[in-house]
């Protein structure tokens, strides 16, 4: 199921993880797609969402390895990716 408020002009193509990302939940694991320039986390850091801000807008925790938090960010639901696909298969597009 696609989960984005972008639209993509015909053509634009949507970015892979796009195209199989199902609807993120509260207290899931998400991963981060790109860096976040101006903030510490980095692409492929792994967070936790815990808190649903709209319906394609999350707040995501980051922590350390000590389990203390690090960031807490608003993100996108096309920022970010959740981890675990519950049986469904990745389909990759050209």
């Known amino acids: 199921m ?3 408020s972008r639209s993509y ?5 949507k970015p892979y ?6 609807k993120i939940k509260l207290l899931e694991t998400v991963v981060l797609v790109n860096d976040l320039p101006e903030r510490k986390p980095k692409r ?4 936790t969402v815990v808190e649903i ?3 394609d807008v999350f ?3 980051f922590s350390d390895d000590d389990e203390r938090t690090y960031a807490e960010l608003a993100l996108r639901d096309d920022q970010i990716i959740a981890l675990h696909n519950q049986g469904e298969r990745l389909k990759i597009v050209d």
């Open 9 to 13: 002009g015909a053509k634009e193509r």
């Open 44 to 47: 492929a850091e792994v967070g």
């Open 59 to 61: 707040e995501v925790e």
């Open 2 to 4: 696609l989960q984005t």
């Open 17 to 22: 993880y796009l195209v199989w990302q199902r």
């Open 53 to 55: 801000l709209a319906p």
